[in-house]
């Protein structure tokens, strides 16, 4: 059932007028939490089955009383929403639909991601590029804080070439995409996580998260975190300006930076340790249950 009011009466020709029911397709550039990695695993070996049907910014699998999403939200406004993904999948996949991000993605890998997705909604039959309002999200940085930064002779310098892949992928879409809302979401502080994941976690995190993210919790370059965690928040610091750059800011095509998660902390038990049921199998990844704690916390 949609919701009343929830969409205007005539397509809307400003971005500045859109109600959340005149959003007619949604898609998503990101890396593995973007594509659902281990949301539902029980082994760490589940890690590698992306759950994009209940990403958090590009799922759309069941409804949102069962799985908390931008997209099961949308389509209580519109239920014709276009794009968001079906279920488990790879991109290669029908089901992955416009949500293209990959898991291991880093920030070099967007501008690549945002050509498939232009070319994704230009082929798609029901798409209309013209006349249909489109809400595209994206975030990345992870992956580049985790197992690059450490492994770069000058990791400052991983902020310019961001910047250079953050513009390039913006103008890609704003010069193929009409009618296009982009919500620029900056990643959560790496370090602030880290310092979070304190002692009695199974044995299998230690293992899983210095595997993952060992640039930022493994002690060989626990020197070196100072310097990291000042590199991640300009990182962050550059996405929320990007996105008010007059350029990416018309009638037609706008980008708003969502600095919601920027300041995310890990919740903790009772006892004051990092209660896992928030993390996946790995003790990194998400599980379905942080979807729905992300939403009550934004701001």
């Not at 498939?116 to 029901?126: G, S």
């Not at 493994?218 to 962050?236: C, E, N, S, T």
Request: hydrophobic residues 40%; glycine residues 6%; proline residues 5%.
């Amino acid at each position: 059932m949609m919701i009343r009011m929830g969409r205007s009466s005539e397509v809307p020709d400003s971005v500045h007028k859109l109600r959340p029911g005149d959003i007619d397709v949604i898609g998503a550039i990101g890396d593995s939490v973007t594509a659902g990695a281990g949301v539902f695993a029980t082994s760490v070996f589940h890690i590698l089955v992306d759950n994009r049907g209940v990403s958090a910014t590009g799922g759309g699998q069941g409804t949102w009383r069962q799985y908390l999403t931008v997209p099961n939200i949308l389509k209580e406004y519109n239920p014709n929403l276009i794009g968001y993904a079906l279920g488990d999948s790879t991109v290669p996949n029908e089901a992955s639909q416009l949500n293209v991000a990959e898991t291991g993605a880093f920030s070099e890998d967007m501008p690549y991601m945002a050509e498939v997705l232009v070319t994704r909604i230009k082929r798609h039959p029901k798409i209309d590029l013209q006349k249909h309002w489109k809400f595209i999200t994206i975030m990345i940085g992870g992956n580049d804080f985790c197992t690059d930064i450490c492994w770069v002779s000058s990791p400052w310098t991983i902020l310019e070439k961001h910047k250079e892949h953050m513009l390039q992928v913006l103008r890609t879409l704003r010069d193929n995409l009409p009618r296009t809302f982009v919500a620029l979401i900056a990643p959560p502080h790496l370090g602030v996580l880290a310092d979070s994941y304190k002692e009695r976690l199974p044995l299998i995190c230690y293992f899983t998260q210095n595997i993952e993210c060992g640039c930022m919790v493994g002690l060989a370059y626990k020197r070196f975190r100072p310097m990291y965690d000042d590199i991640i928040r300009r990182w962050q610091e550059i996405d929320m300006e990007i996105a008010t750059y007059p350029e990416f800011q018309r009638d037609d095509f706008v980008v708003v930076a969502q600095p919601f998660l920027m300041d995310l902390t890990v919740p903790l038990t009772s006892n004051g340790y990092f209660d896992t049921t928030y993390a996946s199998a790995d003790c990194f990844h998400s599980s379905q249950k942080t979807n729905a704690w992300c939403k009550s916390h934004k701001t």
